[in-house]
């Protein structure tokens, strides 16, 4: 099923995104987490691609596994940076033949070297133009495609309105969804789905949620989402609570339970909790919000 489907028909979403493990225990533990979080019945769940296809065959292995073995709809992210033509139509070509339905088009980073990747696509844009013209054998509408968007501006993109302008590109192109980068405002937020309506951008938008679980995350948190800016609020409630990992943790997930019980007031799409392969923080939010496992 495509999301945009499931969007449509009206009722606000809840997703989980995991990322592949490189070692076979971290594979079992994640789904170990995955069949917890699956008890609640998600929409959605979605799996990362590392920069410059560095995961491709993780992230596709765990996508098949999740689709065979799971009730689940996985949602694949592709990224273009450093790809070709032909190797994005192989990579299509090998979702298709598994059945995935769903793709998160990104740019990507660039590699991990620090090198310049040769490629042909510069913009997500044109990744989601390839995708949308691509014929999936079992769907004639083809592939459902979501894409990125970042309530506290893209980080290579510093003017705002460029960065909005770019944004409604991939939207033209044939996207369905926005999904967002992590935040911890949800001033950020509104004032982004504000800004997407001035400019003509009409598909749903989905919140990106990460609660914090440990202070040891929190500069590994900033650098994964390009910057995030974290409020004073929070840090001086985490700070305040040392060395009490449990305290700190508690303070994060009520904080980010607290955020979700807003955005649910505030008509949200759905919301997308950034997990790290972990369900214990996600599974206390979900309860906080009346969720019950099936």
Same mark, same amino acid.
């Given at each position: 099923?495509? %999301?945009?489907?499931?969007?449509?028909? +009206?009722? &606000? /979403?809840?997703?989980?995104?995991?990322?592949?493990?490189?070692?076979?225990?971290? &594979? $079992?533990?994640?789904?170990?987490?995955?069949?917890?979080?699956?008890s609640f019945a998600p929409h959605f769940v979605s799996v990362t691609y590392g920069a410059g296809?560095? /995961? #491709?065959?993780?992230?596709?292995?765990?996508? @098949?596994? @999740?689709?065979?073995? /799971?009730?689940?709809?996985?949602?694949?992210?592709?990224?273009?940076?450093?790809?070709? #033509?032909? *190797?994005?139509?192989?990579?299509?070509?090998?979702?298709?033949?598994?059945?995935?339905?769903?793709?998160?088009?990104?740019? =990507?980073?660039?590699?991990?070297?620090?090198?310049?990747?040769?490629? *042909?696509f510069q913009h997500a844009s044109e990744l989601v133009s390839t995708i949308r013209s691509f014929?999936?054998?079992?769907?004639?509408?083809?592939? =459902?495609?979501?894409?990125?968007?970042?309530?506290?501006?893209?980080?290579?993109?510093?003017? #705002?309105?460029?960065?909005?302008?770019?944004?409604?590109?991939?939207?033209?192109? =044939?996207? *369905?969804?926005?999904? !967002?980068?992590?935040?911890?405002?949800?001033?950020?937020?509104?004032?982004? #789905?504000?800004?997407?309506?001035?400019?003509?951008?009409? @598909?749903?938008?989905?919140?990106?949620?990460?609660?914090? !679980?440990?202070? $040891? =995350?929190?500069?590994?948190?900033?650098?994964?989402?390009?910057?995030?800016? %974290?409020? $004073?609020?929070?840090?001086?409630?985490?700070?305040?609570?040392?060395? *009490?990992?449990?305290? @700190?943790?508690d303070i994060g997930t009520q904080y980010a339970a607290a955020q979700c019980a807003d955005l649910?007031?505030?008509?949200?799409?759905?919301?997308?909790?950034? /997990?790290?392969?972990?369900?214990?923080?996600? %599974?206390?939010?979900?309860?906080?919000? +009346?969720?019950?496992?099936?």
């Amino acid at each position: 099923m495509h %999301i945009r489907d499931i969007l449509a028909a +009206g009722q &606000t /979403t809840i997703s989980f995104e995991f990322f592949p493990p490189r070692q076979p225990e971290g &594979t $079992a533990k994640l789904m170990d987490s995955i069949a917890t979080l699956e008890s609640f019945a998600p929409h959605f769940v979605s799996v990362t691609y590392g920069a410059g296809g560095s /995961t #491709r065959d993780l992230t596709h292995d765990l996508l @098949v596994r @999740v689709r065979q073995t /799971t009730s689940l709809e996985p949602v694949a992210h592709l990224t273009c940076v450093g790809h070709s #033509r032909e *190797d994005i139509a192989q990579i299509l070509e090998r979702y298709a033949a598994a059945g995935v339905a769903n793709l998160l088009a990104l740019r =990507g980073d660039n590699p991990v070297n620090g090198s310049t990747p040769c490629g *042909d696509f510069q913009h997500a844009s044109e990744l989601v133009s390839t995708i949308r013209s691509f014929t999936h054998p079992a769907d004639s509408r083809g592939f =459902g495609i979501g894409v990125a968007g970042f309530p506290e501006g893209h980080p290579a993109t510093p003017n #705002r309105l460029l960065e909005l302008d770019h944004l409604k590109a991939k939207v033209d192109a =044939g996207a *369905d969804y926005i999904c !967002t980068q992590l935040f911890f405002d949800n001033h950020d937020f509104y004032d982004f #789905r504000d800004r997407c309506d001035l400019v003509g951008i009409r @598909v749903p938008i989905i919140a990106g949620i990460l609660p914090v !679980t440990n202070m $040891a =995350g929190l500069r590994p948190i900033a650098e994964l989402a390009a910057g995030a800016r %974290i409020p $004073a609020r929070l840090l001086k409630a985490l700070r305040h609570a040392g060395d *009490d990992a449990e305290a @700190v943790e508690d303070i994060g997930t009520q904080y980010a339970a607290a955020q979700c019980a807003d955005l649910l007031h505030e008509g949200v799409a759905g919301i997308h909790f950034y /997990t790290l392969n972990q369900s214990r923080a996600t %599974i206390a939010i979900l309860r906080s919000l +009346g969720h019950q496992p099936m």
